[in-house]
């Protein structure tokens, strides 16, 4: 069932972080995606918790260097916008 559900690929291996201009959390922008796919009546996301310290999804400037380094090949940008529209 759980390989059923469209969840964001990502692996937390965290390539992709070290380079973003705006430090955003990705793979912790991508856990709170994945945590409301599986858990969508949980009342609360950990968002701000996990962006608290850098930028939100929408602070993205689209340089691309993210999807240039992740081994998963996620279109990270356009996943980020949909992130920022669920969550902020
Ligand atoms: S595209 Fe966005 S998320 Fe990726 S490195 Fe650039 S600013 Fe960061
Ligand atoms: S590089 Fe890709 S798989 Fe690794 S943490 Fe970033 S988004 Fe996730």
Same mark, same amino acid.
């Given at each position: 069932?759980? /390989?059923?559900l469209?969840l964001v690929?990502c692996?937390?291996? /965290? =390539?992709?972080? @070290? *380079?973003? %201009?705006? +430090? $955003?959390? $990705?793979? *912790?922008?991508f856990r709170c995606v994945n945590d409301k796919i599986k858990?969508?009546?949980?009342? #609360?996301?950990? =968002? &701000?918790?996990?962006? &608290? !310290? &850098? &930028? !939100?999804?929408?602070?993205? $400037? @689209?340089? *691309? #260097?993210? @999807?240039?380094?992740?081994? #998963?090949?996620? %279109? $990270? /940008?356009?996943?980020?916008? +949909?992130?920022?529209? #669920?969550? @902020?």
């Amino acid at each position: 069932m759980m /390989r059923a559900l469209p969840l964001v690929a990502c692996t937390s291996c /965290r =390539y992709c972080t @070290e *380079g973003c %201009p705006m +430090q $955003i959390n $990705i793979p *912790g922008v991508f856990r709170c995606v994945n945590d409301k796919i599986k858990f969508p009546n949980k009342p #609360q996301s950990p =968002y &701000g918790w996990v962006t &608290g !310290k &850098g &930028g !939100k999804a929408s602070d993205c $400037i @689209e340089c *691309g #260097q993210c @999807e240039d380094i992740c081994p #998963q090949h996620l %279109p $990270i /940008r356009d996943l980020l916008k +949909q992130a920022a529209a #669920q969550f @902020e």
